[in-house]
Every structure is written in C-alpha cells, then in structure tokens.
C-alpha cells in the first residue's frame, strides 16, 4: 500500500468491490514520492541504446533518444518497487484476488523537451484509473493506468500514460484422457460415425435384412457382403456384466462395469455401465444408451440406467 | 542494418504520405542486446528456458525497445532535425525470438507547430509494427519538422 493509504477494510467482502475501493484509495493518494534514477543521461546508455536498435540518427548523443526515457529510471537488475509505488500497490491487490498474470496493452509518452547528457531525472508515478472487472481474450481482467512525471531539478521534462491488464488466467484443459482406441475401418467406420453424432448404428444385411453385431464385411445367415445400418432405440437390458477391479486400465477408475446389452432390436452391444453401483447390478437391469465424448476424434458408447 | 531513408528536407509531406519501411530481423541477440540496452532485466527477454516456462514460445521483445523502434521508424524517415514531441503505442501480439519485424507508416495529420515549442510544422504519423503472428504495435508518432 502507498504510505498513509490505509488497507480496505475486511468488512468489505466482495472482491470486485475491494478492489475499487482500494484503487479509489490509491487514485486519491495521488503521486508517489520521487525516485531518481542511477545515472544521469549519460552518453554511453546512449550509445548503447542506439547501437542495440540500430538508431543511426546524429543527434544522439548530443541529446538522448526521446524514447529512451523510462530507461534512465529502471529499476535495474536488482531493482524493487519502492513501497508507495501505486502500480506496485495495484499489483498485489489484484493478484490477492487471482488476478495474477499481466500484460502491458498501452504505452503512450509525451515529451516536453530533449534531454542532454548530465542531466539527472527523477520519476514519480500515479495510479488514474482501474476498470473491470472485464472479458478479455486472455481471461477476466482488470485495466490499471498510471501515469509516470519525469522531472529535472522539479521541471517535468516527459510524461507517460501506461496501462497494463490484470488477468485470471483461464484454467489450463484437463489432460487428455488416455483409453485404449478401437481399429476403426472399413467395416466398422459407420459404427463410429455413428456415435459421433449420438446415434447407436446397428449393422444391417443389405441382401436378407438381419441385424448384426459386432460388425463385419459378410452376412452370417445368407453370406451377403452388402451391409448397411439400422439406428437403434439405444434401449436394452443388461444380458451379462463383469465387474472390473484389477489390473488398472488406463482412462478408467477401478471398479467400473462393463454390462453386454441386449438391444430391444435383439442384437448384444458391450460397453461401460455408467451411473450404477458396481455391487448392485443385475441380469435384466433396464439400461439405455449413452455417449461418452472422449475426445474430438472419438466418442464410445456406454450405458446408464433407465 | 539498413541505412536510413531521410525525406529530403523541403516542403512539409502531404497527408498520406508513406514512410519507407523498417525491416528487422528480430534474432536473439537482437531480443537481448536491446532488453539489457533499455535496462529491462525480466528473464523473458533474455532466458529462453524462463520464457518458455512461463508460457511463450520463446524470448520476445520489450515494450521500450517497440517504443524505440516506432520513433525510430519515423525519425529515419524524418531526419535529425525533427524534434519527437509523443510516442503512443499500443500492443497487439508478442514478437519473438527468430521473427522478423516489419515497420511502416503513414502520415495522417499535418498542422502548424504549438506556439512555445520547437517551430515547423507539426505532422502525426501513424506506425504499424507487423510480425509473423500479426500487429506487433500500433500507434503513432507526433514530431516537429523544421
């Protein structure tokens, strides 16, 4: 907190409101002191600056690049914000809220004259506005806007406008979910189109029109190789289940079912029972389909209770 | 480093008017030596593992160092003699690491200087900063010319 800003009180509770009422607070304190910087403008930062951006203009460094001028008031390697610096302040109010990443999004700067070498310059800075909190493409967030007087010996020589983003950073996507993938050819690739679009496809023989499953190129009953498909009511009941406990199987918690379903269509369909309490499944439990959206690439039909 | 395409010195330049532009090849010497030479020690500019630790691709340019950059696009242009009165950027996409940097600008407002500055006429010019990912920098340059 600036010197003699006192800290928002705990009764305020709302942190959208903390964070106004102490960005008020920091507004009306106004400029903080002072600070002056290492070393006077000199002609080797200079030199070193224009030699590093390729700046070839004359004048330097009879007068020191305009741009240059926050460089002289850097806090350097080891540098600290001094305690009543109210960008710092700022700072860690909204950190405290999750507002932890940040991003510079304007810099404007105005200069009142050139700047000669032997000059030495001081800063001071002040905090002007703070609004949120707002949607951004980066996350939630908040604007905070100071604006930094460059002085020398009191006469202000620049000033800079500087507005940076405090945002929460979206959660990262959960990992992947690893699960053994089926082959998909062919032969069964209606199938998985199929739950794609949150429909369980049946095989269908072209020629004599018995259902099938699990897929295949050639009709069992008349050895017809023209298949198509049926989509299925997705209802059935539980013909056989295994309760799953070891080994551990990745994309899966322990213990999970794993129920063959007879489809009102009569064709048997295996997939996980989801929703069900392991010990109390049963043969005949009335079950209906369900989709399990893995990935974008791959959805798996899975069971729940009906 | 290309050398500097100064306008001849003359009649003031019409509304309009384009400014040559400023290719830079962004390598990573040119990320560090311009961070330490603007007194920017934070590790993204000049520790790849640290930047890529935090989330970027790699080390990128600092905001002083664009800030540079945009004047000196217009003062090559302008001549040593024009007197830089603003800077005022605004940041698009980061550029890093192994980018090149494409600088150019336009000028958008001519009038005659503020009484008590320097004389000339003052001309604002409007500064794009293009990298691989998109706008670097946009914004403009207020200077004097005599």
Redesign the interface.
């Known amino acids: 907190m600036s010197a003699g800003v006192a800290p928002v009180a705990d009764a305020v509770q709302d942190p959208a409101e903390r964070i106004r009422e102490a960005a008020r607070r920091l507004v009306e304190a106004g400029d903080c002191a002072p600070r002056p910087a290492r070393d006077p403008v000199n002609e080797p930062?200079i030199n070193?600056?224009t030699?590093?951006?390729?700046?070839?203009?004359?004048?330097y460094p009879g007068i020191a690049?305009?741009?240059?001028v926050?460089?002289w008031t850097?806090g350097?390697?080891h540098?600290q914000r001094a305690d009543d610096d109210p960008l710092g302040a700022m700072t860690r109010v909204l950190d405290e809220a999750g507002y932890t990443s940040v991003?510079?999004?304007?810099?404007?700067?105005?200069?009142a004259r050139?700047l000669r070498p032997g000059e030495r310059l001081a800063v001071r800075a002040r905090l002007t506005d703070v609004a949120g909190p707002k949607r951004t493409a980066l996350g939630e967030g908040w604007f905070v806007t100071t604006v930094s007087t460059w002085t020398v010996d009191g006469e202000p020589v620049a000033e800079m406008m500087f507005r940076i983003l405090k945002f929460r950073p979206p959660p990262p996507p959960p990992p992947p979910r690893q699960v053994p993938r089926p082959q998909v050819n062919r032969d069964t690739a209606y199938f998985w189109e199929g739950t794609a679009v949150g429909e369980l496809r049946i095989q269908k023989c072209g020629e004599c029109g018995a259902l099938r499953h699990p897929p295949g190129p050639m009709c069992p009953r008349c050895g017809a190789t023209r298949p198509g498909y049926v989509v299925a009511s997705g209802r059935g009941e539980v013909y056989s289940f295994v309760v799953h406990h070891h080994p551990p199987l990745p994309g899966r918690e322990v213990p999970f079912v794993v129920a063959l379903v007879e489809l009102e269509e009569g064709v048997r369909v295996l997939g996980e029972l989801r929703g069900a309490d392991p010990g109390a499944v049963r043969i005949g439990a009335p079950v209906e389909v369900d989709f399990d959206r893995i990935d974008d690439e791959l959805v798996l039909p899975a069971w729940r209770p009906r | 480093m290309a050398a500097a395409v100064t306008r001849a010195p003359g009649a003031p330049p019409a509304v309009g008017t384009e400014l040559p532009a400023l290719r830079l090849d962004v390598t990573a010497t040119f990320v560090v030596a311009t961070a330490l030479a603007t007194r920017d020690f934070q590790d993204v500019h000049h520790d790849r593992v640290a930047a890529v630790a935090r989330g970027s691709k790699d080390i990128f340019l600092n905001i002083l160092t664009t800030t540079g950059l945009v004047q000196r696009c217009v003062t090559d242009w302008a001549g040593p003699a024009a007197v830089v009165r603003a800077v005022s950027i605004r940041l698009g996409v980061p550029c890093y690491a192994g980018d090149e940097l494409v600088l150019g600008g336009r000028v958008a407002a001519v009038e005659a200087a503020h009484a008590g500055g320097p004389e000339g006429v003052e001309v604002l010019v409007e500064v794009v900063g293009r990298c691989g990912l998109g706008d670097h920098v946009t914004g403009t340059v207020k200077v004097v010319l005599p």
Not at chain 1, 65 to 68: E, G, I, K, L, T
Not at chain 1, 103 to 111: E, F
């Open positions: 930062m070193n600056w030699e590093a951006l390729g700046d070839a203009n004359p004048a690049p305009p741009a240059m926050q460089v850097m350097g390697l540098g991003v510079a999004t304007d810099c404007a700067q105005t200069y050139a």
